[in-house]
């Protein structure tokens, strides 16, 4: 019998990993990450998870021994924030580069300078090009669903890759929320049994991490490519098929109140919920608004975007993280790239907003939409908008 | 014979570029490096077999005498196993073209 | 160390799992070195490769040298992804799962990724105890990239990062002890070996893998293309620098201190440097302090040396057992 219960979601992930069966968990603690690797040792130590726990001194050990590891065929997993992914940035494209099938835990946290332990997307920016499936989350069902879900795609034998499930610090991995745990017998069944194809073992010797000169360089990293894009199939696939056994659909773009409005909002991560009560207020206000949540981060959903928006004339974009110097917000300019082509477009509005763990409340959205109405009929002097800095 | 890295398409690529062929470095041709070779005086040989032992290339093993002998495909003509060579059985002698 | 046994054909088992046909330097030490450790291990054997000299030689893409499972990754992180092998390799046996029976984790990396960049996560592998070997390939210097110093490039090297000139006289610090350090981590098994002494290093590398927990051997690699010397003599130059003292041969088992070969009387350092290009610049003040030290150094091994028999004897008399080996 699948139980409801209210958990606080990091523990609600440890729990997840311990049902998904892992064989080596490589942990090094920070803020806000730290009770997803503290319960996952107290697993351990209580038996309840048969699973080799390695303690590393720093991310990018943890990284390292999970390559090791998964490059040896074992099921693995770690979890990080911020600086120690900052830290690792390294071995995620060798991750990736080698196909080793590595599940993570992002609990999304602001990058230094200056030091803050809260919320925003910046660590999530920062690791776009690491070649990652990566998949965001808002609440902690979804988070304890797609920890599950990450093991069945990274190590489906199509895939190969390491993927990363992204949560929001503090906003989800610090508060209880209700949590429908499946029946360890359907999860079993639901993962995959199939180990590494290729692992180091002396039966049969294999050389991973050869160096590539010019002349094959490019061909290794179109395969790579290639590889992520076909990905997106079988994401697809996996989540038709989670909903088919645990009753719960996922879609790389989740639709609220979208389909035919004119005013769109689009959110990443636990704010879009926040959000949707700003929609909703909007709506009985009498604006045909509508919100966007941005699901599969990567392989970008470039196809299920454009019909998520089509009819849209306006599209607000929501950035938790800046980038300096240049487009402001991450997705809005990735938005705009995905739509340059289209023969009909809405007017994209890049709002930055939340860093460093800044709430935006309700009234907050309200206004942002409000806003960027204004903006996208009248044009602006900035490239993107920050809002709720004290002038 | 493999594919050279000039020849591979991106199809051709394992996953993760493994190498599943153990040893296959052995087509490469290092012999072509070494500007010294040695000859042997095989009189001299006891066939102890430390020239061998202390080959950085490997290359060294037991022709059909059971004297100790360098493949040349390999030798880069470092005369290690000159030095070694407690009866003094091989001497260096200028490659010529 | 053993009596000298030669009839290398009885001894020493004829695989080469460092095949011939590497691009190493023509007489290279490391090269020499990596094959003769892996004559003394069997094929059950992972092999996880730091990044340097011996990893590029080996892995051109679409070849590699080795004919045993090896993964690259990348510079400082060998330790770190042997933890993750190992470990790897401990839950999959636990649930079930088929491997060969008592696989060894054998970690490889030079001087460079092991006491510069490598250096921390080695000091996790080890203070965690994962049952692994790690072994050091010391050339003194950061030779794949172009013969830039390390902490162990020994006192007074000229490198292209520390040249001699007007103003310098080269490597300005005195060699990291690495062994020292793995010593201090209470691992049960640390060495030093060369292949100028190559049973003795086959001996050492066997009794480092078959040692349970963390093992850590450190091979002095004569690179006669970075330490500008001849190619034929890299293991006379390897033997004189143990002769010397500057690279003493040693055992430590359990904290228990042992050498390799009775010196009675050290050869002065001046033998070993004068045949290198990089000491060519040393002045004889210069080579009188580099004397000092490593006859200090020596003298504190020695004390090591007597204080472990000591406390041997003393365990013994009080009957708890441990015979010093």
Redesign the interface.
């Known amino acids: 019998m699948a139980t409801r219960i209210g958990v606080e979601v990091s523990i609600a992930v440890a729990d997840a990993v311990k049902m998904c ?1 892992v ?2 968990v ?1 942990a090094y603690p920070i803020t806000p990450q730290t009770h997803i690797v503290e319960h996952l040792a107290e697993l351990v130590a209580n038996g309840e998870l ?3 726990y ?5 991310e ?3 990284m ?11 099921r ?1 997993f770690t979890a990080t924030s911020s600086q120690g992914l900052a830290l690792m940035n ?2 995620l494209y ?1 991750a990736s580069g ?1 196909r080793l099938p590595v599940i993570m835990a992002v609990a999304n946290r602001a990058l230094s300078a200056p030091l803050s332990i809260w919320c925003d997307h910046s660590d999530m920016m920062s690791v776009r090009d690491t070649g990652w499936i990566q998949i965001v989350t808002e609440n902690g069902q979804q988070v304890v669903d797609n920890t599950i879900i990450a093991f069945r795609i990274a190590e489906d034998p199509r895939v190969l890759l390491p993927t990363m499930v992204h949560l929001d610090g503090f906003n989800l991995t610090h508060v209880i929320e209700p949590i429908i745990f499946p029946e360890q017998a359907e999860v079993d069944k639901f993962l995959p049994k199939n ?1 590494f194809p290729l692992p ?14 010019p002349a ?1 360089f490019m061909e ?1 990293k179109w395969a790579q490519e290639v590889n992520l894009r076909n990905s997106r199939k079988v994401i697809l696939q996996v989540w038709d098929e989670f909903n088919k056994i645990f009753g719960r659909q996922y879609y790389p773009v989740e639709k609220y109140h979208s389909d035919g409005a004119k005013v769109l909002l689009m959110t990443m991560g636990s704010s879009g919920e926040t959000a949707s009560v700003a929609i909703d207020e909007l709506r009985d206000e009498g604006m045909d608004a509508g919100q966007v949540r941005l699901r599969l981060w990567r392989p970008f959903p470039f196809e299920e975007l454009r019909e998520a928006i089509k009819d849209a004339d306006v599209l607000i974009v929501m950035d938790r993280a800046i980038s300096f110097g240049g487009p402001g917000g991450p997705v809005a300019s990735e938005v705009k790239n995905a739509l340059y082509n289209q023969a009909k477009r809405p007017k994209v509005v890049s709002f930055v907003i939340s860093l460093g763990g800044r709430d935006t409340t309700v009234a907050g959205f309200k206004d942002i939409v409000r806003k960027g109405i204004e903006i996208a009929a009248k044009g602006s002097k900035n490239e993107y908008e920050i809002y709720g800095v004290r002038e | 014979m ?4 000039n020849e ?1 398409t991106w199809k051709d ?1 394992e996953i993760g ?1 493994i ?1 599943t ?10 012999g072509t ?2 500007s010294q070779r040695p000859t042997y005086d095989f009189n001299k040989c006891i ?4 020239c ?8 060294i ?2 022709n059909k005498d059971g004297n100790f002998e360098a ?1 040349l495909f ?1 030798c ?5 196993c ?3 060579c407690w009866t003094r059985v091989i001497k ?1 002698v200028e490659e010529v073209e | 160390m053993e009596k000298y046994a ?4 009885r001894l ?1 088992k ?1 695989e ?1 799992n ?7 330097c ?4 490391e ?2 070195a990596i ?2 450790a892996f004559k003394a291990l069997d ?4 092999v ?2 730091a990044t340097g000299c011996m ?2 030689v ?17 510079f ?2 060998t ?14 046996r ?2 079930g ?1 088929k ?2 029976e008592n ?1 060894k984790v054998v970690a490889i990396a030079g001087d460079g990724g092991t006491t510069d960049i490598g250096l ?2 080695l ?2 592998a080890m ?2 105890g994962h049952d692994f070997t790690y072994i050091c390939f010391d050339n003194e210097a950061y030779m794949n990239t172009g013969i830039q110093r390390s902490s162990s490039t020994p006192f007074g090297a000229s490198t292209t990062t520390s040249p001699a000139g007007k103003k310098s006289i080269g490597q300005f610090s005195w060699k990291k002890n690495m062994p020292a350090i793995a010593v201090a981590h209470n691992i049960p098994y640390v060495a030093t070996a060369t ?1 100028g002494y ?1 049973f003795d290093l086959m001996a050492k590398v066997a009794r480092a893998v078959a040692t349970k927990g963390p093992a850590y051997v450190h091979v002095l690699s004569v690179c006669p293309t970075g330490w500008r010397s ?7 130059q390897a033997r004189l620098a143990v002769q010397t003292g500057m690279f003493p041969l040693f055992e430590v088992e359990n904290g228990v201190y042992k050498m390799s070969i009775d010196l009675p009387r050290l050869r002065p350092v001046k033998d070993y440097l004068k045949l290198q290009g990089r000491f060519r610049h040393l002045s004889d003040d210069v080579i009188a302090q580099i004397q000092k030290r490593v006859e200090l150094e020596y003298q504190k091994l020695l004390e090591n040396v007597k204080h472990g028999s000591k406390t041997a004897k003393r365990k013994s008399s009080a009957g708890s057992g441990k015979v010093p080996a």
């Open positions: 069966n064989d080596v490589a048969d699973a080799e390695i303690p590393v001194e720093s990018h050990s943890a390292s021994a999970c390559l090791g590891s998964a490059a040896s065929g074992a693995t390294e071995v060798v080698m180990r180091l073992n002396p039966d049969r010797p294999v050389a991973m991490g050869d160096f590539a000169p094959i290794t | 493999a594919k050279s890295e591979l690529l570029c190498v062929a153990p040893g296959s470095a052995r087509q490469y041709e290092s490096w070494r066939k102890c077999g430390l061998a032992l202390y080959c950085p290339e490997g290359c093993g037991q493949d390999y880069k003509g470092c005369g290690v000159a030095r070694e260096m | 030669i009839y290398v054909p020493v004829k080469e460092f095949a011939p046909g590497h691009r190493a023509i007489g290279c030490g090269a020499l094959r003769q094929n059950n054997v992972i996880a490769n990893e590029i080996a892995s051109q893409l679409p070849f590699t040298s080795w004919q045993l499972p090896w993964i690259h990754t990348l400082e992180n330790a770190a992804v042997a933890s993750g092998i190992e470990a790897g390799y401990k839950a999959m636990r649930k799962i491997l060969p696989t921390q996560a000091s996790g203070e965690r292949h190559p001849p190619t034929d003599t890299i293991n006379r």
